[in-house]
């Protein structure tokens, strides 16, 4: 093999890992803000949706009260915007559902705003003292369940976090097997260097100086079939010729 032909292959070699490791790293890199952007705006979501039926049941309850003191028209508007602020943020969590038993929370949330929404769409001002501590009661129940939906969510948020550290090590470590790889390369290559580049020259150049001073046979023997090779072979020719014609 030539020695260009070695260098070039030696730096397609290097150029080649470091290539590898990069494309490496931008796949770990890429990875990472791929799923955890998703997971996390999923959780948040989830979690606002929850926090929001917390206070559209808080508001219905509001109403409740303004309609004890009398103050019916306004406090059945405040039941019918809360109604709708707790129907709209619990269809974006059921559209939502990426967690297990997320969806069981939710099916536990819907069966409790139903018996809470029937109460409140039917109190008057004779029933609405019966009924006030059945709402309370369910909306206790109701607050259970939601939080649940908010629990799970931080935990997986809490479990992304960690993932996170976990694939950022992951990203890191292409580069430090380029840098391992590419130092063990080096030294590599420089032993080749000097195995099949630098030793055969010093030799030759010994061997020269051995004939011009002493006389000696030229009698280099190089182990690489190239440029080197060639030129030991060139001055181990013009020494047999040299002698030749001294002979003669």
């Not at 009260?65 to 707790?86: A, C, H, P, R, W």
């Amino acid at each position: 093999m030539k020695i260009r032909v070695k260098l070039i292959l030696g730096f397609v070699v290097l150029a080649t890992m470091l290539f590898i490791s990069g494309l490496w790293s931008i796949y770990e890199f890429n990875s990472i803000s791929n799923s955890i952007g998703g997971i996390l705006k999923e959780n948040y979501q989830s979690i606002n949706s929850a926090n929001n039926m917390i206070r559209a049941t808080e508001i219905q309850e509001d109403g409740i009260y303004l309609i004890m003191l009398n103050q019916n028209k306004k406090g059945l508007e405040l039941v019918k915007t809360g109604d709708s602020l707790f129907v709209i943020n619990y269809i974006v969590a059921r559209n939502n559902v990426t967690i297990k038993n997320e969806g069981k929370y939710l099916d536990t949330i819907n069966a409790l705003y139903g018996e809470f929404n029937t109460l409140t769409r039917n109190l008057d001002k004779k029933s609405i003292y019966q009924n006030i501590e059945i709402c309370e009661n369910i909306k206790s129940k109701l607050f259970v369940a939601i939080n649940k939906l908010i629990n799970i969510n931080d935990m997986m948020m809490n479990e992304t976090v960690s993932n996170l550290k976990s694939k950022a090590d992951r990203a890191i470590a292409p580069g430090i097997i380029a840098i391992i790889a590419v130092f063990v390369f080096i030294i590599l290559f420089s032993y080749l260097i000097n195995y099949y580049l630098v030793n055969p020259i010093i030799s030759i150049t010994k061997g020269i100086n051995k004939l011009k001073d002493n006389g000696k046979a030229f009698d280099i023997k190089i182990e690489s079939k190239d440029e080197i090779s060639d030129l030991a072979n060139s001055v181990r020719d013009l020494y047999e010729y040299l002698k030749y014609k001294e002979d003669k």
